[in-house]
């Protein structure tokens, strides 16, 4: 998650102590995040809404970004979570036995198709922010599913997931996956670890300028050169040694980005138990996520 930019005193010619960004990215940050910026953003998309009403996402009625038929329709497809894992070819391997290869356990919501897809990419990409309130619950029933399968009772369970690049977090102005994780918390039990997994300092200027590659457009050695840069944060071995993590990403596919939190909490002394998911790609569709 991007830090509010830290600002520092310089010298001006007269000698007068002035406040300015440190470095390019700082500058680039204090004008898309600062609250003039903020302002400015939202009184584009007031503009916009009057010029441009909103519509429902799933038939497309106006003056709403979900209607009640569709918001009904949504909560049915996604109120009993589902195992996920069998078509994530990239998750890791757990336990093995003479017989099978078990890999960690998915629970997501819903299958990313149709009307679960089309809401959770239009509240990913295009601003319609006001979805948290059908995707957050989606979310806590996953999570709160996986913890009743995988986790003994009365356990507490860390939620770690995977921190946004610069380049997602410029490109949209917001961090979608943990406006969900405000919504579906707080639940007894469970406590978030976002602190605990960093992404390695890479330059991602230019990236984050020209709005970058989305992960659906990205190929497999991009996907995994951003997943190395993964990175337990400083002290978070001693945070996690011996604790229970679920992970929490919003789509499943492949399963790459799982594998590599999975991969750091482990090393760190965690038991993984699993995952939870808003959606998952269904088996044999072509990925459009993570």
């Keep these: 998650m991007l830090e509010r930019t830290r600002l520092h005193r310089t010298p001006d010619p007269q000698g007068q102590a002035t406040r300015g960004p ?15 910026g903020r302002h400015l953003r939202h009184g584009l998309q007031a503009a916009a809404d009057l010029m441009a009403p909103s519509w429902c996402v799933g038939c497309g009625a106006e003056g709403t970004d979900l209607c009640p038929e569709c918001t009904d329709d949504l909560r049915l497809l996604t109120r009993r979570p589902v195992a996920a894992e069998a078509g994530a070819d990239a998750l890791p391997v757990i336990d093995v036995t003479d017989d099978d290869l078990r890999v960690l356990p998915v629970f997501a919501a819903g299958w990313y198709r149709t009307l679960v897809a089309d809401v959770v990419v239009a509240f990913k990409e295009h601003e319609r922010v006001g979805l948290r309130r059908v995707l957050a619950p989606a979310l806590r029933r996953a ?6 399968h995988l986790v003994p009772a009365g356990v507490p369970v860390v939620l770690l997931r995977p921190p ?3 380049a997602a977090h410029v490109r949209r102005g917001r961090d979608p996956l943990d406006e969900l994780l405000q919504g ?5 039990g469970f406590t978030r670890g976002d602190h605990l997994i960093t992404r390695r300092p890479v330059t991602e200027v230019a990236t984050a300028v020209v709005g970058g590659a989305s992960q659906k457009t990205r190929g497999s050695a991009a996907r995994r050169q951003a997943h190395e840069q993964l990175q ?3 002290g ?11 992970l929490v990403d919003d789509v499943l596919t492949t399963g790459s980005t799982l594998r590599r939190l999975y991969e750091l909490a482990s090393a760190a002394g965690a038991h993984v138990c699993g995952a939870a998911v808003v959606a998952a790609t269904p088996r044999g569709d072509t990925p459009g996520q993570r």
Excluded at 184 to 188: D, I, R, S, T
Excluded at 236 to 246: R, Y
């Design 236 to 246: 978070a071995q001693a945070q996690l040694a011996t604790t229970e993590v679920l």
């Design 184 to 188: 579906a918390l707080p639940v007894e």
């Design 164 to 166: 946004p690049s610069l």
């Design 143 to 148: 999570m709160t599913t996986a913890a009743d």
């Design 22 to 36: 440190r470095t390019l990215p700082d500058v680039l940050d204090w004008m898309w995040f600062s609250s003039t």
């Design 232 to 234: 337990l944060a400083a």
